[in-house]
Nanobody
């Protein structure tokens, strides 16, 4: 069982930055592929970024490449999403997700077994 708790969301002006954190409980964090997804009102939940067990393998959606950075600290059981140059279209609820014992680039929500409660990110123009 893995519990995920996100933090760091909020309201920011376009061009600004935020850093999201996701604290995980349980022993399986170090062997879990982790990801950030987001869901805007009326839209599907889409992958933003994923990171492998050791942090050496990452994937980014085209819409955030060059602006967002995913990272993890296995000693702290925490995954981060640094978001720079934010745009109004980045406004969404951001979710942390975990896929224990799974490898590869997992881009679909059904690949993940555990989810956080979500944190709202709002970017004003």
């Amino acid at each position: 069982q893995v519990q995920l708790v996100e933090s760091g969301g909020g309201l920011v002006q376009a061009g600004g930055s935020l850093r999201l954190s996701c604290a995980a409980s349980g022993r399986s964090f170090r062997t879990s592929t982790m990801a950030w997804f987001r869901q805007a009102p009326g839209k599907e939940r889409d992958v933003v970024a994923t990171i492998g067990w050791s942090g050496g393998s990452t994937y980014y959606a085209d819409s955030v490449k060059g602006r967002f950075t995913i990272s993890r600290d296995n000693a702290k059981n925490t995954v981060y999403l640094q978001m720079n140059s934010l745009k109004p279209e980045d406004t969404a609820v951001y979710y942390c997700a975990a896929a224990p014992l799974r490898l590869g680039v997992l881009r679909e929500s059904y690949d993940y077994d555990y989810w956080g409660q979500g944190t709202q990110v709002t970017v004003s123009s």
